[in-house]
């Protein structure tokens, strides 16, 4: 019997939803796991909605869970209908929605405030001891609601991953430990059943971050 996993997603587009290539690598490396999958976004607003051709923010008002629809094929369900008892894990894919629409990260940083559906799905995941996967920046989710975690958003010390040292460093701050890791790796904190990987907080080819996420689900799964 395959594994349940929850997805749950941000939005659509990277810059103000859940980053696209990120959630179809999990969602394909969950499938050829032969986990049985259920999806997930907070029905609240976006922070706001990103012109993903120039760029910026326009006038728009978007959804989370509409947004997040699209990437689901329609098939989803709004986070406060998710039941931990009827999971045995749950994944975070990146993009800035994470960071915007599930946290307020991109705009506070470390003083951030996590959305309180999301803060109370992670500590119910945590409480049961079913383990949690993160990719990109969703890892600062983990680092906001568990003070002491272990989480990687890639590695300080190399020019492919230019936003890593100070997210680390801010991390750090929050009391957590930030360890480096490679595109290609992903790091395992044994004691909370955390799994983190960078994905696209390094500038790397598409097949490395997909390679890399797919180290984060089987970790994940063999938490299970």
């Not at 923010?57 to 008892?85: C, F, H, M, Y």
Request: net charge negative; aromatic share 4%.
């Amino acid at each position: 019997m395959g594994k349940r996993v929850a997805v749950v997603l941000a939005g659509c587009g990277v810059f103000d939803g859940s980053e696209i290539h990120e959630a179809s690598a999990v969602l394909v490396h969950l499938s050829r796991q032969k986990a049985t999958v259920k999806i997930f976004a907070p029905n609240t607003d976006q922070m706001h909605v990103v012109d993903h051709l120039k760029g910026s923010p326009t006038e728009e008002k978007r959804n989370v869970l509409v947004e997040s629809a699209r990437l689901a094929r329609g098939d989803i369900q709004d986070l406060s209908e998710l039941s931990v008892k009827d999971l045995d894990a749950i994944i975070f894919p990146g993009g800035f929605g994470a960071a915007k629409n599930l946290c307020s990260w991109a705009v506070q940083g470390k003083d951030c405030s996590v959305n309180e559906q999301v803060k109370t799905v992670l500590q119910a995941f945590h409480a049961e001891k079913k383990p949690i996967g993160l990719c990109c920046i969703s890892p600062v989710l983990a680092a906001k609601v568990f003070p002491g975690c272990e989480v990687t958003v890639g590695h300080d010390k190399d020019d492919r991953y230019p936003d890593v040292p100070d997210t680390a460093e801010a991390i750090s701050q929050l009391g957590c430990k930030h360890v480096c890791k490679h595109v290609n790796e992903a790091h395992v904190d044994e004691k909370n059943k955390i799994v983190t990987t960078c994905a696209f907080m390094c500038k790397a080819p598409l097949h490395e971050i997909f390679d890399g996420i797919g180290v984060m689900v089987q970790e994940v799964l063999k938490l299970a």
